[in-house]
RNA sequence: GGGGGAAUUCCCGAGUGGCCAAAGGGGACAGACUGUAAAUCUGCUGUCAAUGACUUCGGUGGUUCGAAUCCACCUUCCCCCA
């Protein structure tokens, strides 16, 4: 399932194997939270920018279309016709980015809509079934994520609680997997640290956690309102306390400077809506920092977004008329930006995979953190 | 030829004696965005030696302590009647 092929200090290259195919880590998980990447892309465009796991939404998918029409038509990989791994959210993060319109409790957490606000229920055994019914290759645990700071005795409490609904989750999970109509009987969980930016609760949760033996664990509520420094500092105290022998996910982290800093702490997977959100409002990362293509002096710059990018959008239009496109609101511009910023998470993170394996890492790293963070 | 209406800061447009450097849009300029309620949100947009001063509301002159607002004439545009 998953095989570390190299380490660099605490960095790791690994291969992680699903259902749908086998996955080189480190990786970035490319988020289409409905089942299509905002920006108007494709299962296609997936494969085209170098993309190998995408990631959908149990929350979204379960308001619309609804999980049970999703299993119907063959589910999720079917369904956006979509072949390699899918890994899918539990519904844990609209725990806190719905914080205003939801209320926790033991038994699981009642959410309004967003839509139009009629109530849903979901706690650890529905967030399982509804993961089910869409067949992802990796299902996530149900969690609260925990906005940063909040007051330890909170913190505590709520860890507590995560882990016990992790093992809800897990019971009802194998049962689903063993049932025979089940749409990826293949379909694993893994499990999510919490406890804030408190070190001795994160480090506590982890050995608890670490106790189910599942096949992954993730590091969660971390780029929540805490600072970057505070940020590796957790991953730092958590990281001795997760299995060597199972990938590690940071949860939608980050920048492109936070994953390379993610790596160099021993994270495998990351996901992030920045990469695509920034595209659409015309932030575009380059090697050598992120431009705003919308400033007015690349009005007449016929180079590329990036030179040294090889994305669909590089090869073939210029700053000025991407800048352009954005001007004059033409889709075409959300699109290109888009296809651009993934593939660079993408690109950034094959670079990271190259460096582990010919021991560079240590230099790729003294190169790029600070100037991939630049803003130019 | 006769009658009526209008000219406001980059654009549209509110304002009809002091609370007006002038509402509100748009555009321009810039910023934010981290398991997506985000094609969204925020700031800024007369000048300067700047908790104040100066210039500005088609032009010129006037009334008034005080004028984008009132009066006279001029210029331009629009509408109606011939």
Redesign the pocket.
């Known amino acids: 399932m998953f095989r570390l092929t190299k380490t660099c200090g605490r960095a790791r290259r690994g291969e992680f194997t699903c259902a749908h195919g086998m996955v080189q880590t480190p990786v970035f998980m490319n988020?289409g939270?409905q089942g299509a990447?905002?920006g108007?892309l494709s299962a296609e465009d997936l494969a085209e920018i170098g993309c190998q796991v995408e990631?959908s939404?149990t929350y979204?998918l379960h308001l619309r279309p609804g999980d049970e029409l999703v299993r119907d038509l063959g589910g999720l990989h079917r369904f956006m016709t979509w072949d390699g791994p899918i890994l899918t959210?539990?519904g844990?993060?609209?725990v806190?980015?719905?914080a205003?319109?939801r209320k926790i409790k033991e038994e699981g957490v009642t959410f309004a809509s967003?839509l139009d606000g009629h109530r849903i229920f979901m706690g650890p055994e529905e967030s399982m079934r509804i993961q089910a019914n869409l067949g992802s290759d990796i299902a996530?645990a149900f969690?609260e994520?925990v906005e940063n700071p909040s007051p330890y005795d909170y913190v505590r409490a709520s860890a507590a609680r995560t882990a016990r609904w992790l093992a809800r989750c897990k019971a009802e999970h194998d049962r689903l997997c063993a049932q025979e109509d089940t749409v990826n009987p293949a379909q694993m969980l893994w499990g999510?640290n919490q406890g804030g930016t408190y070190e001795d609760l994160r480090i506590e949760n982890m050995k608890t956690i670490a106790g189910l033996d599942l096949p992954g664990y993730?590091i969660?509520?971390l780029?929540?309102g805490e600072s970057?420094e505070a940020m590796y500092k957790i991953i730092e105290a958590v990281e001795p306390y997760m299995p060597k022998d199972r990938p590690r996910y940071l949860?939608?982290?980050?920048?492109p400077s936070?994953i390379l800093e993610g790596v160099a702490r021993g994270i495998d997977f990351f996901?992030?809506?920045?990469p695509?959100?920034?595209a659409?409002?015309?932030?575009l990362f380059t090697w050598e920092g992120a431009i705003?293509i919308?400033?007015?002096?690349y009005?007449r710059d016929e180079s590329p977004i990036d030179p040294r990018c090889g994305c669909p959008t590089c090869r073939r239009f210029s700053r000025a008329y991407l800048h352009h496109l954005f001007?004059a609101?033409e889709?075409l511009g959300?699109r290109l930006a888009v296809l651009h910023n993934l593939y660079f998470y993408n690109e950034l993170t094959a670079r990271i995979r190259t460096a582990l394996e010919v021991g560079d890492f240590a230099a790729f790293r003294a190169e790029y953190s600070e100037k991939l963070a630049r803003?130019i």
């Open positions: 988020v939270t990447i905002k108007a990631l939404n979204h959210d539990s844990g993060f609209q806190f980015s719905l205003g319109l967003h996530m969690d994520c999510i993730a969660g509520g780029a929540v970057t949860m939608g982290v980050g920048t936070n996901d992030c809506v920045m695509a959100r920034n659409r409002h015309g932030r705003n919308k400033n007015a002096k009005e001007k609101e889709m959300m803003k």
